[in-house]
Structures are given as C-alpha cells and as structure tokens.
C-alpha cells in the first residue's frame, strides 16, 4: 500500500474540546453534539475538520457513524463523504493512533463498501494515511497520495 501525502495535524486546532463532570468531550461539527474524546474520536475529529476546513466540504455531504446491514449484521462506518448527487463517494475508517494499519482494517472498510459502492476508501490512524480508488470495471484498487477533489 502506498501511503497517502496527508499531515492531519495542520487542523488541530480546529478541535473544541470541554470537560463534562470530569470527562474531556469534544464538539462533534457534523453530529452537533459533544462526544466522548477517545483517541479513536481524536483522528475522526481530525479528518472531519480536514473536510469541513481544508478541503472546504459542506457539513450537508458529511454522514457520521451510521449503521448498515452488512447481512444478518449491523456494523457502523466511521465517516462517508456525498458526492453532490448524495450518493458514496468516500468511505473512511478511523482507528486510535495506537492501531497499527494493515491488511485487516482494509478489509474491514471494504466490507463496508460492499454495502456503500463509494468509489474512494480511506483508512487512517491519524499518523499513516491511505487511499484508494476502486475502478468498478476492472475490481482494481489503485492507491493514491494525493486527497482527491471532493
């Protein structure tokens, strides 16, 4: 796999965190609600301040944990990116910065687009960083380094 060119400290900043009777939560710009900062939560906040701030996304394509039917299964997806017909256009999983990426959070997320058909899948730690893009025609991954147009 070939990392992605991404430095998701640069939006850092942009993370609003409070103490709630002692639990340090965080102000979820989607969601609109505080959520329990856990370092798994840290890199989601991360990337949704990328979207929001950098790559200038509208809060209105933005999709966070949503349940799917994977089967008999429900599972939750981390953050699915709208094309501007609504439809998938990435699918990103998140993971604590303690979680080392491997061939096993790839497919984890590209079983979740099994259901979603996002032409772009993402897997971040918030350290390392990848990204594909799936040619539907031909079942190939293409890893990318650079964050596509959104």
Excluded: W
């Excluded at 798994?40 to 790559?55: D, N, P």
């Amino acid at each position: 796999m070939k990392p992605l060119d991404l430095d998701l400290m640069c939006v850092k900043g942009f993370i609003a965190t409070k103490y709630v009777d002692g639990i340090k939560k965080v102000v979820d710009p989607v969601r609109k609600k505080l959520i329990i900062l856990t370092p798994e939560e840290y890199v989601r906040q991360l990337i949704l301040h990328f979207l929001i701030e950098i790559k200038r996304c509208s809060k209105t394509r933005i999709l966070v944990e949503k349940n799917i039917k994977l089967g008999s299964l429900t599972k939750r997806f981390d953050i699915v990116v709208l094309d501007v017909d609504q439809n998938p256009f990435l699918l990103i999983e998140c993971k604590s910065h303690k979680h080392k990426l491997n061939q096993s959070t790839f497919d984890q997320v590209s079983r979740y687009n099994l259901k979603l058909n996002a032409p772009y899948l993402m897997i971040s730690n918030g350290l390392e960083n990848y990204l594909t893009y799936i040619d539907f025609k031909t079942q190939k991954f293409n890893f990318m380094d650079k964050f596509p147009d959104l």
